[in-house]
């Protein structure tokens, strides 16, 4: 079986920063790391607890298995004997925008790894360059534009209400509530928190007022996985219906109770539209390995991906694995499969490596 080391970014400098990991998949404690906004980024905090299960749940496969927890920068020489490394790696000293520059350092040196490319990572990131390529591919997504600066009037070709969100950010950081703008004066202060406080463009999109579907991608070539939805039903009166910071993260928030994520329940032809508009997504993308698009469906069956996210995560509660597990796979299985291009790139590495 081969060797495997699972990176995931940690916390703070005083966190783990290359280190063995803990036996049998216990992680120690760390600090919770701050964003330069102020805001608690559970999300980075999660990533070294979903390290230690999937390092757990592949050494019940026979694998062996390292974790290290990467701060300022990959480790490419402590992992030139390992066969292949699981990429869980959300970014560098907490830049969740240095995720791309992290993977490309294992490109660089040559060792196989899982999960999305450097440049594919890139570009979802950027989600104007998402959206173009997408759209260039033919895949619908809302009407939309980048404002770098707060608006005077409401930007042409883009109908209320709208959802704005930063357009360089991943696991819905600057989402709440206020995000979705109804009225120009709403739009100008989402627009101003974004641009303003976080420092960043804002992407202002139509907001698809309907339900919330969520398309796995798992291996190379990408296997659709059977559809997710984002259960809304008991969210409280008057919250929109969207996917928020706090829905994700914050596990006593109403909006993380009341937002399961459940197989869905869609007629055959919706469900082949997703299908196809998932698959046609992942080529313009060059998604392999592990990948989750968000759609949104109105009450006419008509779908538009509103998010791509090239480094999903793979915690055995999340959706991704959810997803797995409807389509008969248990989450070794899942996680076997995460894997299985970079472990079959090994021998022609070592190969090249005695040459």
Same mark, same amino acid.
């Given at each position: ?15 783990? @920063?290359?280190?063995? %990991? ?18 608690? &980024? ?47 790696? #959300? ?9 791309? #520059? ?10 196989? $790894? %899982? ?20 759209? #260039? ?69 139509? $907001?698809?007022?309907?339900?919330? =579907? ?10 659709? &996985?059977?559809?997710?939805?984002? @259960? $809304? ?40 539209? =997703? #299908?196809? =508009? ?8 060059? &998604?392999?390995?592990?990948?989750? &698009? ?22 055995? @509660?999340?959706? $991704? ?26 021998? @022609?590495?070592?190969?090249?490596? %005695?040459?």
């Amino acid at each position: 079986m081969p060797t495997l080391a699972v990176l995931f970014s940690a916390v703070g400098p005083t966190a783990p @920063d290359a280190t063995a %990991s803990a036996p049998e998949g216990s992680a120690p404690p760390t600090p919770v790391p701050v964003s330069p906004q102020g805001g608690v &980024l559970l999300s980075r905090a999660d990533n070294e607890r979903v390290a230690h299960l999937v390092a757990t749940a592949l050494r019940e496969r026979g694998h062996a298995v390292h974790v290290l927890g990467v701060w300022a920068g990959v480790p490419v020489e402590r992992l030139r004997n390992v066969d292949a490394v699981v990429n869980l790696l #959300e970014g560098l000293e907490g830049d969740s925008s240095r995720e791309a #520059e992290a993977t490309e350092a294992l490109q660089r040196a040559g060792i196989p $790894f %899982s999960g999305n490319a450097a440049d594919t990572l890139g570009r979802c990131q950027r989600k104007e360059v998402c959206r173009r390529l997408l759209l #260039e591919a033919g895949v619908p997504v809302p009407a939309g534009t980048v404002l770098h600066a707060v608006p005077m009037e409401w930007p042409a070709g883009v109908p209320a209400p709208v959802i704005v969100k930063p357009a360089h950010e991943d696991a819905s950081e600057g989402i709440d509530a206020r995000a979705v703008a109804r009225d120009l004066a709403g739009l100008q202060a989402a627009v101003r928190r974004v641009v303003v406080e976080m420092g960043q463009p804002a992407l202002v999109e139509q $907001f698809i007022d309907g339900r919330e =579907i969520t398309a796995s991608l798992l291996g190379s070539p990408p296997q659709v &996985l059977p559809l997710g939805e984002i @259960d $809304f039903s008991t969210l409280p009166a008057g919250r929109p219906r969207i996917v928020s910071y706090a829905a994700k993260w914050c596990p006593e928030s109403d909006e993380y109770q009341c937002t399961p994520s459940v197989g869905a329940r869609l007629d055959a032809t919706v469900t082949a539209r =997703i #299908e196809t =508009i998932a698959r046609r997504a992942a080529a313009a993308l060059k &998604l392999r390995d592990v990948a989750r &698009l968000d759609l949104r469906v109105d009450a006419r069956g008509g779908a538009w991906v509103i998010d791509v996210n090239p480094n999903c995560d793979l915690a055995p @509660d999340a959706g $991704f694995a959810k997803a797995a597990a409807r389509a008969g796979l248990s989450y070794g299985e899942m996680l076997d499969r995460v894997v299985a291009r970079a472990v079959a790139a090994r021998p @022609d590495r070592r190969a090249a490596a %005695s040459a």
